[in-house]
Each structure stands twice: as structure tokens, then as C-alpha cells.
């Protein structure tokens, strides 16, 4: 059993900066590809950006790409998310994900999930 916990999170003003951090515990960290997603109020979760297992490849949403950074180390068995340039639009719930298949924005593709994290961002 995977188990992720996130931290992190919480109100800032829009062009801030803000990290996310996701530990796993449970199971070997490094063949699971990590994710974020967010669920903005009202909304469907949303695929973020994803890291790969061994190689690190990252993808994002076009939303995000170039102002967000996701990340891990293998060490310290986390992942995080560095959000740069917030805009009320990035406001949401922020959820961790793992997945033993490949790199995916799909929901589908992840088994497990942590508890989410609120960023808030005024304008």
C-alpha cells in the first residue's frame, strides 16, 4: 500500500510563488510516475503535471507549462510542485497522485491519491 502526504498550501496574492510538497511512503518510490491535479470549485479534476519513474521526463498542461516545475528526489522519497506566477485561476485543491504505468494525464492512470491541499490565489 502507497500511502502519499502532502503539505504545503495556502492564500496568496496573485504573481506569488508558492511549493507543494508530496512524501510517499509504502512502497518503492522510483518506478511510480507522480503527478499533481487540482480540483478547482465546481470543476472537474484536472491533470496538472507529471514526472516519470527512473529518467525524470516531466510533462504539464499547457495552463501551467513554463510556471510550474515538477520535481522529486528519491532520497527524501517526495515530489513537489513549484508554482511561480499564480494567477486566481491556479486557485484549487491540489492532489498528489502515484501510478506504477507510464506518465499520463489521465485520472485513471493513478491508483493512489493524497489528501489534497488548498492554494488560493487573489487577485
Known amino acids: 500500500q502507497v500511502r502519499l502526504v502532502e503539505s504545503g498550501g495556502g492564500f496568496l496574492q496573485a504573481g506569488g510563488s508558492l511549493r507543494l510538497s508530496c512524501g510517499v511512503s509504502?512502497?518503492?518510490?522510483?518506478?511510480?510516475?507522480m503527478a499533481w491535479f487540482r480540483q478547482a470549485s465546481g470543476k472537474e479534476r484536472e491533470f496538472v503535471a507529471t514526472?516519470?519513474?527512473?529518467?525524470?521526463?516531466?510533462y504539464y498542461a499547457d495552463s501551467v507549462k513554463g510556471r510550474f516545475t515538477i520535481s522529486r528526489d528519491h532520497v527524501k522519497n517526495t515530489v513537489y510542485l513549484t508554482m511561480n506566477s499564480l494567477k486566481p485561476d491556479d486557485t484549487a485543491v491540489y492532489y498528489c497522485?502515484?501510478?506504477?504505468?507510464?506518465?499520463?494525464?489521465?485520472?485513471?492512470?493513478?491508483?493512489?491519491w493524497g489528501q489534497g491541499r488548498q492554494v488560493a490565489v487573489s487577485s
Open positions: 509504502g512502497d518503492t518510490f522510483r518506478p511510480y510516475a
Open positions: 514526472i516519470t519513474g527512473s529518467d525524470g521526463n516531466t
Open positions: 497522485a502515484a501510478g506504477a504505468g507510464g506518465p499520463s494525464g489521465r485520472r485513471g492512470e493513478y491508483a493512489y
